[in-house]
């Protein structure tokens, strides 16, 4: 804003000494001799320049400034992936913080079964919170976790060997696990 109204009031200082000069047409530039009164040509190169050492002032304020918040986005776009760097160090830090659900639907299994599972889903690493939904045909545990649907699975079968295995999978994809008891 400030090189805005430096710049206008430079042109509006050089609209009115132009018509000055206009209205005195033989005032021609003169040499100033000690103790003589300033012609007001040179009154004029003298304002002109001050406005010109002004503007370009300013204009180097404002580049320095640029190349300054330039500088300052540089730096903190390198702190902020030292940070992430830094904290992959510390156990019990992911990337992957995400809740991700997975629908574990269960076929053929009594409640007792269904309950154990669920016991078996809490007791897994990233398992925030469960939901058992029953039914005596297809029953279903929503499960809130971190982590992907692959390695709930894998851990689970590590902790449920005695319930299912392998083979009673039926369906899996991410978010989506189909598990039929026979």
Known sequence: MKPVI?????L??????????????????????SGTTPTPHNKVDRALGKANTS??????????TSATASTTVTTLGKAKELAHKLISYFPGSSKNTKINTTIIRIKSAGFGTVKKLNSNVQACSGVKETKIKFSSSTSTITVSHKGTTAALLKSLEKKSGSIFKDNNVDDFKEG??????K
């Open 6 to 10: 430096v710049l206008l009031g430079a």
């Open 12 to 33: 509006l200082f050089f609209t009115l000494t132009s018509r000055a000069q206009i209205i005195v047409p033989n005032s021609q530039p003169q040499t100033m001799v």
């Open 55 to 64: 503007i370009n002032k300013t204009n180097d304020a404002v580049n320095n």
């Open 176 to 181: 989506k696990i189909s598990i039929i008891l």
